[in-house]
């Protein structure tokens, strides 16, 4: 079945460092792939997404290229900034918008000091 | 973006009680309503999926009789914990779908306690 692999976390930086979340996925087809974040007590919001592959989603100094021969998607940002903390969840979905189902990786979470 | 409003944002309960959470989309009309739950430090699991004035569809393990599910309208659905017990203790995220919009679009999530 499809599935989303993320690097355990928490991930802990310091402000401006360079910032790399891993995600892998399994599926059938070609899914499209999302970045979400998760700031504390709230519900999630879209960073990024790409749909078909060789995309490349950006949004906010982050990235993410749909690599199907890897079968990837990994986030980047060069400088992290400390309104970045939050929780990152990748996913993948066949037909968003159709009734198709988010799959969720288990969320990595990010923490930026000063 | 599409405008999604979950009430309540928190809320207490006692043991034995009933909860019911509200989902709204404000400026679309959601033909389909995923509900989640997440409990902390995890990801998002999907309880159930129901579409507009049909019965949801319960994911494996997911009791239907205690997570009641109504999807009436196109701009409302509730989710309603019955007998709450503090092993229901999570966070409840709506995501309604419908109309053109290409992206998914989540509600602010519930934290409900029940002691």
């Known amino acids: 079945g499809n599935s989303v692999t993320q690097m355990e976390g928490p991930v802990t930086l310091s402000e401006e460092a360079f910032l790399t979340i891993n995600c892998t996925y399994t599926?059938?087809?070609?899914?499209?792939l999302f970045w979400y974040v998760q700031y504390p007590g709230e519900g999630l919001q879209l960073l990024l997404k790409?749909?078909?592959?060789?995309d490349k989603g950006s949004n906010k100094g982050f990235e993410a290229t749909y690599r199907k021969e890897t079968t990837s998607f990994h986030l980047e940002k060069g400088s992290v900034q400390v309104s970045d903390s939050a929780v990152y969840f990748c996913?993948?979905?066949?037909?968003?918008?159709?009734?198709?189902?988010?799959?969720f990786g288990q969320g990595t979470e990010l923490s930026v000091k000063p | 973006g599409a405008v999604v409003s979950q009430h309540p944002s928190w809320v207490i309960c006692k043991s034995g009680t009933s909860v019911k959470i509200e989902c709204r989309s404000l400026?679309?009309?959601?033909?389909?309503m995923f509900w989640y739950r997440q409990f902390p430090k995890q990801s998002l699991m999907l309880m159930a999926t129901?579409?507009?004035?049909?019965?949801?569809?319960?994911e494996q393990g997911v009791e239907k009789d205690k997570f009641l599910i109504n999807h009436a309208s196109l701009t409302l659905s509730t989710l309603t914990v019955t007998s709450a017990h503090p092993e229901d203790s999570s966070f409840y995220i709506c995501?309604?779908?419908?109309?053109?919009?290409?992206?998914?679009?989540f509600g602010q999530g519930t934290r409900l306690t029940v002691v």
């Open positions: 996913a993948l979905s066949r037909s968003l918008n159709q009734g198709g189902k988010l799959i």
């Open positions: 599926a059938t087809g070609y899914p499209s």
């Open positions: 790409a749909t078909k592959a060789d």
């Open positions: 400026d679309f009309q959601a033909t389909t």
């Open positions: 129901s579409n507009e004035g049909s019965k949801a569809t319960y």
């Open positions: 995501r309604p779908e419908g109309g053109l919009y290409t992206e998914a679009f």
